[in-house]
């Protein structure tokens, strides 16, 4: 389909666009993130699923002392409003298709916008060419497969850590590297930008196919930056202008717990001692790459710490569902196994509830509280290859405290079109998740811009957002598929109810910008 779309503005290379508007810096401030997640996101498997999309991972960054699902850092120029970072991995820069580009929408008491909005609103695309970003676009580099947000120097701007999964470190190729761009009172520059590669780049390893940012340590005052390879996630600290190699986590050789092929990074401060908590999610070999798993990792004053596997986690997000003061873990898992409920086969979204001893399931085995379109109150019917709670996202979007929970499914059928994709809100509260109030949505849901089509994708990322301050975070919802693969993102308004489709609208990368023909434009969302 044609989606609506804001602009038509196109664009031969992803230069950076700049504003003179200014905000004022604020201090460093415990926040923290919650994503999101990685839903469709690495199409390996999701192709292992039967699910034939591929987005990319969105990053889900936890920070200390954060109790408020609404506590985020993802504010680039301090002005205390949400910032939206996109990423267009397939995008042709500077002739070099899929070289990739990445956006950014910079909040406003009216929210984000696109170039030809009233009043007009601040956006930026940055590229390996834009002047100032190490590098050169490159075909395939894949430049903005993963995104995520965190304060990295400490200056109270939040910085954006941006994965290349395709770009080859000297002679090992599609070894991997993730450039930084840091935050200032006018919004990411690409002047200070930096790279960095692994610790010791391997052929394939493709470093940067899932990144997050949080402070997991009080070694330093400053977010750390955790970056996920094929074999586990190293971590990095900003300290005198560059970045250095810390730890590292190998969850392929896991002789405390089950070998994970990772694939997603997801953090939340699940236990409330002012450390982030990382975890790392993806299939296990364990049990043939049946279903997904969680490897979470404590943090502390000195580190990360492997302190439990979990069953589920293709797709992760955190936030304070029941307003407790800790961080919950939600976990998506799109193959089944024959001891999850009813509707699994269609996948399901699980809840780890958080507390002194970090994210713990039920009695007595230590299960999630499962959910799938087949529970009480959930809207629609599960179907095989749906891919429910293949992606996540957690904040609150009605205002009331508690964190609501989006659920993405972009293998669902809609009608006769398959894998068209759609969301899905379950709401938050004092006893944790419920369906009272649950919503879904998708392409052909009055007001929402566009109808249904085959393997758009819709949902295939999510960001739930407060763009506006005004205390309720908006859906932002990406299609990867979109237009044959241009992709595009929809925005969905928050009310005290929940989510409305009136006033939603969607916009490609084309609104922005930047070049829009088989972009995959939103393939990645920071959360």
Avoid: C
Wanted: proline share 4%; aromatic share 6%; net charge negative.
């Amino acid at each position: 389909m044609t989606s609506t779309t804001i602009s038509t503005t196109a664009s031969t290379s992803a230069d950076t666009t700049t504003s003179t508007t200014t905000g004022t810096a604020r201090p460093h401030r415990s926040t923290r993130r919650t994503k999101t997640s990685a839903a469709v996101a690495a199409a390996s498997f999701l192709l292992l699923a039967g699910v034939g999309i591929a987005a990319a991972p969105a990053a889900l960054a936890g920070v200390p002392g954060g109790t408020s699902a609404a506590d985020r850092n993802s504010d680039f120029d301090g002005d205390g409003y949400d910032d939206v970072l996109i990423g267009a991995p397939d995008g042709t820069v500077s002739g070099k298709e899929g070289a990739g580009y990445v956006t950014v929408q910079y909040g406003a008491a009216n929210g984000i916008g696109v170039n030809n909005s009233v009043p007009k609103a601040r956006t930026a695309v940055f590229s390996q060419s834009t002047t100032g970003v190490p590098g050169s676009s490159e075909a395939y580099d894949s430049f903005g497969t993963s995104v995520a947000t965190g304060d990295l120097d400490g200056d109270g701007f939040d910085d954006a850590v941006i994965g290349a999964p395709g770009e080859d470190v000297g002679d090992a190729e599609n070894s991997g590297r993730v450039t930084v761009l840091f935050g200032s009172k006018t919004g990411l520059r690409a002047d200070r930008a930096l790279n960095l590669a692994a610790a010791s780049p391997q052929e394939g390893a493709r470093f940067g196919m899932s990144v997050t940012a949080a402070r997991f340590t009080g070694a330093t005052p400053a977010d750390v930056i955790a970056v996920l390879d094929s074999r586990g996630a190293q971590l990095f600290t900003y300290a005198g202008g560059e970045f250095g190699h810390t730890d590292s986590v190998d969850t392929t050789e896991h002789p405390a717990g089950t070998a994970i092929q990772p694939g997603y990074l997801t953090t939340g401060d699940y236990d409330s001692d002012g450390y982030a908590d990382l975890v790392i999610s993806g299939y296990s070999p364990d049990d043939g790459h049946k279903q997904g798993w969680s490897s979470v990792y404590a943090g502390g004053e000195s580190g990360v710490s492997h302190q439990r596997d979990l069953n589920g986690g293709l797709g992760t997000a955190s936030g304070d569902i029941n307003n407790d003061g800790y961080d919950d873990l939600v976990v998506g898992q799109i193959r089944t196994s024959d001891e999850q409920p009813q509707g699994a086969n269609g996948g399901l979204a699980g809840v780890y509830y958080g507390g002194d001893e970090g994210p713990v399931g039920q009695e007595p085995d230590n299960a999630p509280q499962w959910w799938t379109q087949d529970s009480p109150g959930v809207p629609g019917t599960a179907e095989e290859g749906d891919a429910w709670g293949g992606e996540l996202s957690v904040d609150d979007v009605d205002g009331d405290g508690y964190a609501d929970v989006a659920v993405g499914a972009a293998g669902e059928d809609v009608g006769t079109v398959r894998d068209a994709g759609a969301v899905w809100l379950l709401r938050g509260s004092a006893d944790g998740l419920t369906a009272t109030g649950a919503q879904s949505f998708d392409q052909n849901t009055a007001a929402v811009p566009g109808v249904v089509e085959e393997s758009d994708g819709w949902g295939g990322q999510l960001r739930l957002a407060d763009t506006d301050a005004d205390g309720r975070s908006e859906l932002i919802a990406a299609a990867p598929g979109e237009n044959t693969h241009d992709g595009a993102v929809w925005v969905l308004p928050a009310s005290t109810k929940g989510l409305v489709t009136d006033g939603s609208w969607s916009y490609g990368g084309a609104a922005l910008g930047a070049p829009a023909t088989d972009a995959a434009f939103g393939a990645s969302v920071d959360e």
